[in-house]
């Protein structure tokens, strides 16, 4: 029983980032240009949203996390507000300075959102510093989970990536994702959500830590498990969402590439709350999936505690649980649910820059084979893959930070790679 416990505590903190789409994503790029034209002509646009005039003074408190309503009608990577906070722990050993942002972004479905997230910059950045853009590993779905509240106080598990990229001299941006810290559900695991979020953080970070937004930054993505995803996600977003980044390569771990497989491998096992906040993930994105109507009556009570629980919990208050013990109909089954699942598939777009891919070969969260297979796709389509198989379980790759930037370091520097295909 001890064993099984410190497993589950140590799958927690792999997930918690420890190491380093209905809709199209184009709908969220045309409602943005609107906005953009709206912002500069000073009035008002379409949909009834105030002119974006730039920052104004963050909210005190809980506050902060409370966008105004209706959003301004800016575009994405626009700051509405921001706060310094006291850098705390490593941070503060490391001379960092720590700011808490609310930026706007698209949601799943293009729809404007704000985010919130963190940027963090070095003691002494070089002048052209460039920028990592760190997407978190899973950090639950309740408000209080969200990354930036850890961060604020120096114990989230995302630390020491992060400081190992600020000794590097590099700043880091690091969003919360949709619907966690702000108003509204966690969109778990939904790439274009999550994409979205991590490339508008690297495009506020300039105006947030008081740079010229016309010089050039390189920008490199990371993260591991949920952040693996976004990273990658964010990577095959960029050319159409995102064209103005100066992006270089993305390095990511135990992607979750294809969700229904990722499911069916957790469903009845001892992790089985993160395919449960995967489905809560994807019905807050997609409104025609309507899980409440496919729910028993003791499928309610549980979603419930899903939908509020941090990392820890989803990892150990859930297992055994199976999805047709809580549900009338299977969702993986249905084809609303399928038609959105292969939406939220990787690779079948190719990131036109070097990726390093690297994940457990006996993986017991994020199963193995459909990782290997986004590796096969994306060499399929010429992309420079540096694939990184490893021999361990999903806890194991928590120490692999160090290859992923360094990978990136070589990127930023200009060093061609051809990968491993």
């Not at 108003?183 to 740079?211: C, K, M």
């Not at 969700?259 to 992790?271: C, E, F, P, S, T």
């Not at 992309?383 to 692999?400: E, L």
Request: glycine share 14%.
């Amino acid at each position: 029983m001890a064993l099984a416990l410190n497993l589950a505590l140590s799958l927690a903190l792999a997930l918690a980032g420890c190491a380093p789409a209905g809709g199209a994503p184009g709908g969220g790029q045309a409602s943005s240009s609107a906005a953009e034209g709206a912002a500069r002509a000073g009035v008002e646009d379409a949909a009834g949203r105030p002119p974006y005039v730039g920052p104004v003074a963050a909210p005190a408190g809980e506050g902060f996390y409370r966008p105004p309503a209706p959003l301004p009608a800016g575009r994405p990577g626009d700051v509405l507000w921001s706060r310094p906070v006291p850098a705390a722990g490593s941070f503060a050993t490391a001379g960092a300075r720590v700011t808490q942002v609310l930026y706007l972004s698209a949601g799943a479905l293009g729809r404007p959102i704000a985010v919130s997230g963190t940027v963090l910059v070095p003691a002494h950045p070089a002048g052209d510093a460039p920028i990592l853009g760190y997407a978190p590993g899973t950090q639950g779905l309740g408000d209080d989970c969200a990354a930036s509240k850890g961060l604020a106080v120096g114990v989230n598990l995302a630390v020491g990536a992060i400081t190992q990229a600020l000794a590097r001299g590099w700043i880091v941006a690091v969003p919360d994702y949709e619907g966690l810290g702000t108003p509204g559900e966690h969109t778990y695991v939904v790439g274009p959500a999550e994409g979205h979020a991590l490339l508008d953080i690297v495009r506020a970070t300039p105006r947030v830590v008081g740079v010229a937004a016309a010089v050039p930054r390189r920008v490199g993505l990371t993260g591991y498990s949920q952040g693996g995803g976004a990273a990658v996600w964010a990577a095959q977003l960029a050319p159409a969402y995102a064209p103005d980044l100066d992006l270089r390569g993305v390095a990511a771990g135990g992607v979750p590439a294809d969700l229904v497989a990722v499911g069916r491998a957790l469903d009845g096992r001892g992790a089985a709350g993160l395919g449960l906040a995967a489905a809560v993930g994807l019905d807050a994105a997609y409104p025609e999936l309507r899980l409440d109507a496919l729910l028993t009556a003791s499928g309610r009570g549980v979603f419930a505690a899903v939908r509020t629980a941090c990392s820890l919990a989803l990892v150990t208050g859930f297992a055994g649980r199976r999805i047709a013990d809580l549900t009338t109909a299977d969702p993986m089954t249905l084809p609303r649910w399928r038609a959105r699942l292969a939406e939220n598939t990787l690779g079948r777009v190719a990131p036109r820059v070097p990726a390093y891919l690297y994940h457990a070969t006996s993986d017991s969260l994020v199963a193995f084979d459909q990782a290997a297979r986004l590796r096969t796709q994306y060499c399929a389509r010429r992309v420079a893959v540096t694939w990184a198989p490893f021999p361990g379980d999903h806890i194991d790759g928590v120490g692999r930070t160090q290859d992923a930037l360094r990978f990136l370091a070589d990127r930023f520097a200009g060093l061609p790679t051809r990968g491993n295909c």
